[in-house]
């Protein structure tokens, strides 16, 4: 309703009535979400940290849970850039790499609340590409420091090459449920299946970003992804198994269940 009269929710008690025209749209919109349309689609935008990003059909809308791994990416691209004091941070900010991008969310959080820092975001689907390009472009639009979209695959083992041994920070929210495993309407109809969906056990993709996250960062460089509630222990015990990361941990999500791990990248390089 609040959308329909073009007023915040809060005003909705002072709003003018509902016009005929707006009660039909009001209608409209009501029949739709009862048919799991995602609320986000219908609105045109999704909220995620500080931004309210552009989504609709071919995009996966962001949750809430992943605001927790973009804030933890945050505060790790927030201490490299405190030391680098003295540098020219238009220059030399934090590299940041946001893989599996979709929306942008990740990626223009990260760029909306770390000033100087350079963000790359990548993106494979075409769909997901064109609203990645609509949420990058409002923002440079605006006249804030534009972010580098990349259209690119992370099965490609050349992936951003010109970056390799340099990025501080690798952030992924990757397609990681397991194949076959139930989801809800507003999911199943909606949210790309190749958005969601990882492989027989959900892992196929998050190996592939491993590998990738190892080949970018630098020495010392941090590493997160998030993963399937399922995934507590797999995904650490993957990244032990690697052999190029320490400082191995799991995290949970909103409602304690595990949803991202975290990794630094070894110093000596290989």
Known sequence: MAYVLGVSRGALAVADPLTPEQRDRLAELVERRTRHEPLQHLLGSAAFRY?????????????PETELLAGWGIERARQVGAGRTGADLAGNGPLVVDLCSGSGAIALSV???????RVVAVERAAP????????????????DRPIEV??????????????????????????YVPDGTPVPPD????????????????????????????RLLRPGGVFGVEHDDTHGTAVPDLLRADGRFVEI?????????????TARRADVHR
């Open 111 to 117: 760029a909306e609340e770390v000033p100087g820092a």
């Open 51 to 63: 931004l309210e990003l552009a989504v609709g059909p071919g995009v996966f809308v962001p949750r």
């Open 150 to 175: 990349v259209a690119g695959d992370v099965a490609d083992p050349e992936l951003l090459s010109g970056y390799a041994g340099r990025v501080d920070v690798l952030l992924c929210n990757p397609p």
């Open 249 to 261: 941990e799991d995290h949970p999500d909103l409602v304690g269940r595990p949803r991202f791990a």
């Open 187 to 214: 999911v199943a109809g909606h949210d790309p299946a190749d958005a969601v969906f990882g492989g027989p056990d959900g892992l196929a993709v998050i190996r592939l970003v491993l590998d990738r996250a190892a």
């Open 128 to 143: 997901a590409l064109d609203w990645l390009r609509r949420n990058a472009a409002e923002r440079a639009g605006a006249g």
